[in-house]
């Protein structure tokens, strides 16, 4: 006959209920959540929001400037915003029936700034030629390249040249 040490039997029983649990399903989704990766997500998406603004804004800014040939668009330099090198079509509103061609002759630029300032309510821009003094009230859309003519296009500031 056998006599049972009571240390032993308390050791047995210790040792099985210190053993886990093998037939418990792993967890392998869990992961441990480093404590600055949200910030990471937050800044991800403001510097996405911010580059998708930039290229909606270079996409609106070229569409505009390719459709938008319209004479001082971004070429117009001076008080009276010169457009080197271009002339355009004389518009039709000028005489006694508003059906003329807007052409006049001028002896100078300051005297054809003079006659666009007198007739303000239909010139936007004008073309002068500085050899034949010839002097036009445009209209704006589409210029074309003219040697000797330039197009200049009255600006918001008061009109002053000097000689």
């Known amino acids: 006959m056998s006599t049972v040490d009571n240390n032993n039997i308390d050791n047995i029983n210790n040792a099985s209920t210190n053993v886990d649990n093998t037939n418990a399903p792993i967890n392998v989704y869990h992961v441990k959540e480093h404590p600055h990766s949200t910030g990471w997500i937050i800044l991800c998406f403001i510097l996405m929001t911010i580059i998708i603004i930039l ?7 070229t569409h505009n400037s390719t459709n938008n040939n319209t004479i001082c668009g971004t070429g117009c330099y001076g008080e009276l ?6 002339d355009n079509t004389a518009i039709n509103a000028c005489g006694t029936g508003n059906n003329n061609p807007c052409i006049f002759l001028m002896g100078t630029l300051q005297q054809a700034a003079a006659q666009c300032a007198t007739l303000s309510n239909i010139c936007k821009a004008f073309s002068y030629n500085s050899s034949t003094q010839q002097m036009k009230i445009i209209n704006t859309n589409n210029p074309f390249i003219s040697l000797g003519t ?11 040249l000097s000689s």
């Open 81 to 86: 915003g010169l457009q080197f090198g271009y």
């Open 150 to 160: 330039n197009i200049y296009v009255p600006q918001s500031c008061p009109m002053s």
């Open 55 to 61: 290229i909606l804004f270079w996409v609106y800014t």
